[in-house]
């Protein structure tokens, strides 16, 4: 009589249902169809009947006997959308499929744990990266210096000038050229600098603009795509557009240096200062991440709990996401309209943004054990990212495909320490900083066909 049956009781009842049905299930074949959109590896589409109790390593071998590959490839599966990280049986008593029915099985080439290829060693901790190109990368440092470095791991430049740790460091595309490359930086000397270099190895880099406003560190800054706007999130709770174009009026950051010692000891020649175009005001806290994924939106979060979304136009904070934990870093992917947010408690949280979502926080994914850090999308795929957290070498970067909320594709042992930065460069390289004072590449070795 359930009606007399505690909670406790009936979860128990219902875990024996499951474990009854998918034993029964494991004892019998289940009728499975192979499908795939990777066409080189494509088998046939007759229902095959297979034991309920196979997972994934002997699925693998099947489709790798039907396919007679040689050598060997791994595979992952799919049912419905969601990886299979159980046996046949256990998977479909757990959905509530029915055994005697044909189950669609999606299969995909499974991605191989990314091999760190190099290591780059700073004189202090790794608060940032970025990459101009897959033989380009940028760094910034608590040592208060931006970083130009080559695939070789050589520093082909560096940018002096802030005073406190840089934060953040971005590539300014809109501005290279076949003869120079762009940068900007912010600090907690509650400045933003952008820096030129002209590919001299015997050149460091020019900072050509200091952007002077915020009243606190400045943790975070966006490039608009495409534009020469920027947007910096501080610890003063506020964001700040910034146009990077320099303007006749714009004075000489020695002038404006004069008779302040500290700030003329780091002036370049070159350098304009420039002030804020406008401040967007609306969060409650520090402001942690901003990201400027389209002309007209940017996305901001921090210790405010919550993930803001930005009218640039109008200036005004169009809608919030509300979350329950400080976000620490956010990545709009290229190829849905989900934004992932890196949050204090560990978790990872794919936000929808869109007015009339069914739900705000489509999914959350879970296993880094203390705060996580970063979080970058790849750019190629609309399922997979990493992240990057605080927790001890063996887990502190993560690979992810967000159709497995609760197990990562693969834990990658990436720096002794806690992880501040990452970002996915393209379909197989990832790069990575932190505590360790390094930055770190780590290659995927992809078959051709993946590539």
């Keep these: 009589r359930l009606w007399f049956c505690t909670s406790s009781q009936l979860r128990t009842r219902a875990r024996a249902e499951v474990h009854s049905i998918s034993m029964a299930a494991a004892e019998q074949e289940i009728r499975v169809q192979f499908f795939t959109s990777q066409k080189q590896y494509v088998v046939t ?5 297979l034991p309920g109790s196979l997972r994934r390593l002997q699925l693998s071998q099947t489709i790798n006997h039907l396919l007679q590959l040689d050598p060997p490839r791994p595979f992952d599966f799919l049912i419905n959308g969601e990886f299979l990280r159980t046996s046949l049986a256990t998977f479909i008593a757990a959905k509530s499929l029915s055994p005697e ?12 744990v990314p091999e760190s290829s190099a290591s780059f060693k700073h004189d202090d901790w790794v608060s940032s990266v970025a990459s101009f190109s897959d033989e380009m990368f940028l760094t910034g440092s608590y ?3 931006v970083r130009f470095w080559s695939a070789e791991g050589k520093v082909v430049a560096s940018g002096i000038g802030h005073e406190r740790p840089v934060t953040c460091v971005r590539a300014v595309p809109v501005l290279a050229s076949a003869s120079d490359l762009c940068a900007v930086s912010a600090s907690q000397d509650e ?3 952008m820096w030129r270099w002209n590919r001299d190895p015997d050149q460091d880099a020019e900072c050509t603009i200091l952007f002077r406003g915020h009243t606190a560190a400045v943790t975070s800054v966006a490039v608009q795509p495409q534009s020469h706007m920027l947007c910096s999130g501080s610890w003063d709770n506020s964001l700040r557009l910034w146009q990077t174009a320099v303007q006749e009026d714009d004075e000489p950051e020695q002038a404006e240096a004069a008779g302040k010692r500290h700030r003329a000891k780091h002036a370049h020649t070159s350098t304009v200062v420039k002030t804020h175009l406008g401040v967007l005001n609306g969060s409650k806290a520090a402001i942690f991440s901003v990201i400027w994924p389209e002309a007209g939106t940017i996305y901001s979060a921090g210790e405010d709990h919550c993930v803001r979304v930005w009218d640039v136009q109008a200036g005004v904070n169009t809608r919030t996401l509300t979350g329950s934990k400080t976000t620490n870093c956010l990545a709009a992917s290229q190829h849905t309209v989900l934004v992932a947010a890196a949050d204090f408690d560990g978790r990872i949280r794919l936000y929808d943004p869109r007015q009339g979502a069914a739900a705000i926080v489509r999914a959350t994914l879970t296993s880094h054990a203390a705060p996580a850090a970063t979080v970058s999308w790849s750019p190629t795929s609309a399922f997979q990212l990493i992240s990057g957290s605080y927790d001890d070498k063996k887990n502190n970067l993560k690979l992810w495909d967000i159709r497995s909320h609760n197990m990562p594709i693969h834990n990658i042992p990436a720096h002794e320490g806690k992880v501040f930065a990452s970002e ?28």
């Design 191 to 193: 400045t933003l600098r």
């Design 143 to 145: 040592d208060c210096a």
């Design 45 to 49: 589409d007759t229902p095959i009947a």
């Design 101 to 112: 029915e044909v189950i669609q099985v999606e299969y995909i080439e499974a991605l191989p």
């Design 424 to 451: 996915w460069i393209n379909t197989s390289t990832l790069i990575s900083g932190g505590e360790d004072k390094t930055l770190k590449i780590h290659q995927l070795s992809l078959s051709p066909e993946v590539k």
